[in-house]
């Protein structure tokens, strides 16, 4: 006892000297790895003056072996973690468990501790890339909550609108990512405002009711990307912001049902990644070869109309399938590397049997066509496919 008492002194002492920032997040027993990771991300990129506590909503009868695991983050890290669980309190609402842990956000300015004016809610898709005291000390005013444009629901706004009632959806924001203004939503009772409308059972659920009750925010803090959404992204956001949010992201939230832990070729999953592998679940559920298995398995019986077989692989088939999985030896990254390969090939049978080399280049605007004959080929060694021919450059 004498040892946590000396533990909590020192805690608040040290308190007093930082920025402390909370930090909510939801996870039922599911999805506890994945907040886990989140929460170790942020602990990961925290600066030298931040401390973060941690508010995590979790069900009333969460697992106190997962509670234990994440305690245990306190031996690591300078961080304050607790646990709030949730009862019925929005029982009324005709909605799934996974549609409700949504709602829980209406709920914040009265569950957390009346001291606090200020919080940063999180979903636990989500990798922090860097710390948080720059978002967190964005000036909000009296805004109820700050957030990022939904570039997926602009995409569909007459539609949206109509469902809404609202007249835009440039303001319609992603409640993923929110900063709340705790104070604001006490003084105008917000929270009985939140609930009256989740009544009404929105498609969208609480990220709807948050953006009917809260339409004025025009405030953006964080920019997120959707690939492949860059006209979108052009209307609601400056180039440079995309361009920033690609190459040197703040915070990622992985959307869609594909995501890091389940899927391949994730967009910016090397983030994810990165941070998995410093979690204790990386020995046995963050497991890439596992998602590779899956993803194959699914593959074949598409293709082939029945199960492979992979324990013990018959037709020649089913060998490379299993070569695919168990056989990744670093040779084969090299020979399948266009530009690799040729060293290769010039140390086991000699240069000559190797296809002229113009130039090698990071980025097309790096290539000068004045140098280049007037016939040649330009190939992309990052996939198949990406050929371009040119028989005359001066037509």
Partial sequence: MNEFFKYYNSLKTLQKFYLTIPIVLYSDD??????????????????????YSFYLF????FSVVNKNIILNINDKYKCNINFIYMK?????????????????????????????????FLDVDICVCKDLSELFNIDIKDNYIAGVIDPDFYLSEEQNCKRLNISSMKHYVNIGILIMNLKQIRINNMTQKFIELSKKNYESHGQDVINVACLSL?????????????????DLYKEEEITEAKNNPYIIHYTN?????????????KYWWNIARKTPYIKYLFNRENIYKHKLEKWWFIK????LNLENPKTFNEK?????????????????????????????IGEKYLIPLLGAYKKFEDINFNNLPNKFVIKCNHGSGFNIIVKNKKI
């Fill in 88 to 120: 019925k309190t929005l029982e009324n609402i005709n909605t799934s468990h996974k549609a409700l842990s949504s709602y829980y956000r209406l709920l914040v300015g009265d569950l957390l501790p009346k001291e606090l004016d200020k919080c940063i």
């Fill in 304 to 307: 082939k109309k029945k199960k």
């Fill in 58 to 61: 979790v069900p009333s009868n």
């Fill in 257 to 269: 049902q594909n995501k890091p832990w389940n899927s391949i070729q994730i967009y910016l999953e």
């Fill in 218 to 234: 025009k405030y953006n803090s964080i920019v997120k990307v959707l690939k492949g959404y860059n006209n979108i992204l052009r």
């Fill in 30 to 51: 599911e999805y506890t790895p994945f907040m886990y990771t989140t929460m170790i991300s942020i602990l990961e990129n925290a600066g030298e003056t931040t401390f």
């Fill in 320 to 348: 490379i399938q299993w070569l695919k999985l168990y056989d990744s030896t670093p040779i084969k990254s090299q020979l399948s590397d266009k530009y690799l390969v040729r060293e290769y090939v010039s140390d086991k």
